[in-house]
């Protein structure tokens, strides 16, 4: 009996980690007017998307959860290099957590092949703007934290700030500022990508000048020289032109969320540089209430092995 009942709990346990969304939620989504946004991701399996409730009569106790992957990345694990957010799904639900309380979709098609094509226009934003807010009708929560990743950093941001789009033609709606308990911002690249500068702004779409990482080329006297540690000249960071979209993003002064958290590591292997453009992190967000630099990890692991720092920061409000 006692064995049957450990089974039992492992079985719910392990099956409570695999997407896709519950049919519950599918089944709200149809009817509330979602359907062509496809959040589902059946596309990709298990791996395209993660939430909801599994009985209609499921408590959502704890502030809903929402994780925004990278470019090229998904929802849950889909392939060693599209690895999702599983890991911090498992030790959220550890932790008590439900599946009710933990949302991820997948955006773009996962293939890193076509990295540099992601921008942010208004159709991902749009879309992702859409996602945020179903969960919130369908939780009834009035406070969220949303814990994001590389691209999904300032993705969420402008999701969350609201308004419209620098360099496409839509409005996102009012801010949801008021709603964010916390945000988490892991690996972004907030000030743009130094491997954005000079002409890769014009051969590849996401480092482009309008809506894409591109971080400037020059700051003073230092040119196509984003990523030197440290500058030749002196500098004044705050007066590089660069991304339309990034630089009004970080000119708008209102913090995301009543708690907001940036952490990256030194040794990340797609911005390089240790994290600086022109001399500061590119993954600090402005205003951010903490910060945590880790010394070895990759891109990836900066999200895959920092569960519980981003357990920490959204249930305590700490960083250690
Ligand atoms: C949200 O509120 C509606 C209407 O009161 C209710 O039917 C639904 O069960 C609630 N959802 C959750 C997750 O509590
Ligand atoms: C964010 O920082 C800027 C510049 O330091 C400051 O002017 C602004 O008031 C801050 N915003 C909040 C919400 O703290």
């Not at 179903?134 to 814990?147: D, F």
Request: net charge negative; proline share 3%.
């Amino acid at each position: 009996m006692k064995t049957a009942l450990l089974l039992a709990s492992f079985i719910v346990f392990v099956f409570a980690q695999q997407g896709p969304i519950t049919q519950d939620f599918q089944n709200w989504l149809s009817t509330n007017g979602y359907s062509s946004d496809d959040f589902v991701r059946a596309d990709l399996g298990s791996a395209g998307s993660y939430g909801g409730r599994n009985a209609p009569t499921d408590k959502v106790v704890k502030n809903p959860v929402i994780f925004i992957h990278g470019n090229s990345d998904a929802a849950l694990y889909y392939n060693s290099e599209s690895t999702g957010w599983t890991n911090s799904v498992k030790y959220f639900l550890g932790k008590g957590y439900t599946t009710q309380e933990l949302y991820a979709t997948t955006w773009g098609d996962a293939d890193p092949l076509n990295a540099g094509t992601r921008v942010h226009d208004c159709a991902t934003l749009g879309r992702l703007r859409r996602w945020v807010e179903a969960i919130m009708k369908y939780t009834n929560a009035t406070k969220i934290a949303v814990i994001t990743h590389s691209m999904g950093v300032t993705l969420g941001r402008k999701i969350i700030q609201g308004g419209s789009v620098t360099g496409d033609n839509c409005n996102l709606g009012p801010s949801l500022i008021p709603n964010v308990d916390t945000y988490v911002g892991l690996a972004g690249g907030n000030y743009g990508l130094c491997s954005c500068e000079g002409g890769d702004a014009f051969i590849s779409a996401t480092c482009n000048q309008k809506n894409g990482f591109w971080p400037g080329d020059s700051c003073g006297l230092n040119t196509l020289t984003c990523g030197e540690v440290p500058l030749t000249f002196p500098c004044d960071p705050t007066s590089v032109t660069y991304s339309s979209f990034l630089s009004v993003l970080n000119s708008n002064n209102a913090k995301e969320a009543a708690y907001l958290f940036s952490a990256w590591s030194i040794a990340d292997n797609l911005i390089l540089y240790e994290d600086q453009v022109w001399g500061r992190p590119t993954s600090l967000i402005r205003n951010s209430t903490g910060y945590k630099q880790y010394l070895t990890y990759t891109h990836m692991e900066t999200k895959e092995l920092t569960a519980a720092d981003q357990y920490n920061m959204v249930v305590y409000h700490t960083v250690s």
